[in-house]
């Protein structure tokens, strides 16, 4: 590593730290020549092949913009949004793999959107997974329906928890 004060060729590691997100290491340095220090921050690089087959640096921020588009109208907030890319980014680097595919980017925006928002995950979907009649649709809510948990409690209706039972005289 260059000393950026004068541009000796050379630097010791003082102080290695990694950084709050954990994607990152951060270095304190010191240059052996004239002695000044400054800091490096050393992230892996992940790139993503598109289907054109370009390769370019995968972006939290392009998954993030990606999403906020299907998010338009919901009620999903930014911070949301940005836990959202970070639970990519976490899963894209855990495959341990250096190059993806938008194919696997894609797959790893689903489960996550699922979680934070249903309508905005079958928007994603629908363009994410190409699809080209209603028949697609339906069954990607059918499977929706499928997997999501029937809760009920004590003042709810079955199969719709948002909806409080309509009250009794008992009450």
Sequence with gaps: MHCPFCRHPDSRVVDSRTTDDGC????????????RRF???ETASLMVIKRSGVTEPFSR???ISGVRKACQGRPVTEDALAK??????????ATGSAELSTHDVGLAILGPLRDLDLVAYLRFASVYQAFDSLEDFEAAVAELRE???VTTTA????GDPGVPAPATAAE
Excluded: W, Y
């Design 147 to 149: 997997q999501r948990p």
């Design 61 to 63: 921020t392009k998954v």
């Design 39 to 41: 800091t490096t921050v």
């Design 84 to 93: 959202l890319g970070q639970r990519v980014e976490e899963a894209v680097r």
């Design 155 to 158: 003042g709810e209706r079955d």
């Design 24 to 35: 990152s290491i951060r270095r304190r340095r010191q240059c052996p020549d004239c002695s």
